[in-house]
């Protein structure tokens, strides 16, 4: 049992916990998840770690409620404990110094996955800039977070409400025409991930996606997260779930997801 020490709401699905688990926390790297049960009998949810704590002990998860398991995670308050946590699980992020800008992006909740790539990027000695990107205002989160961990940050809307009207390729593709940028970090929607893959290809900048939304089980048993990478197969939660973004058949990884979509 795990318990929950604080809990933030960022919006109606969408809120923040922290957690007492010191072990994690001490072993967690950028890009790490973990598996999460609530309940008896509960379903096995994947969750990338957004932040940890070693000296409090803590790890943060960011959680939107999208089904019946994720809407009892996030009902839970300060005092309440998560039946089961697994992890930290999957490959690091490959943190590094490099010879240029490394540029940042994140879509909705792929901010939570991004931040503690934004952190480790900076603390490495990297000029890091981070591209933000949400439907509205409201949809934008960790913003505080990150900017303590950026050297400048650039918000994007679909609907214009905050930062600039736009969609985050538009953001991400003003900081590679104005200097120059050595890697492109995404996580957000497929869909995202795609066109920011597509346009980073055009420049010739490499790009890391995180394929965390695919995930089931988190053991590559389900083969739920199997997708194809440089034309070979490749399961999210085993080999993952970073990969070079160029080389990610997003459009068969969508058509799947899709499919899923449609059950009831």
Sequence with gaps: MYKILEKERFSEKVVKLVLFAPEIAKARRPGHFVIVRCGEGGERIPLTIADADVSNGTITLVVQAVGVSTEKICALEPGDFMTDLVGPLGRATDIGKRQGTVVCCGGGVGVAPLLPIIKAMKAAGNRV????????????????????????????????????????????????????????????????????????????????????????????????????????????????????????????MIMRMKAYDTIS
């Design 129 to 252: 800039v981070s591209v933000l990107a949400a439907r509205t205002k409201d949809l934008i989160i960790l913003e505080k977070e990150v900017r303590q961990h950026s050297d400048e940050v650039v918000i994007m809307t679909d609907d214009g409400s905050y930062g600039t009207k736009g969609l985050v390729t538009a953001g991400v593709e003003n900081v590679i025409l104005k200097e120059n940028v050595a890697e492109v970090v995404a996580i957000g929607p497929a869909v995202m991930m795609k066109f920011v893959s597509l346009l980073t290809k055009k420049y010739n900048v490499p790009t890391i996606c995180s394929l965390n939304t695919i995930m089931v089980d988190g053991t590559g048993m389900c083969g739920a997260c199997r997708v194809k990478v440089g034309g070979k197969m490749r399961f999210v939660c085993v080999d993952g779930p970073e990969f070079d973004a160029h080389q990610v058949d997003f459009d068969e």
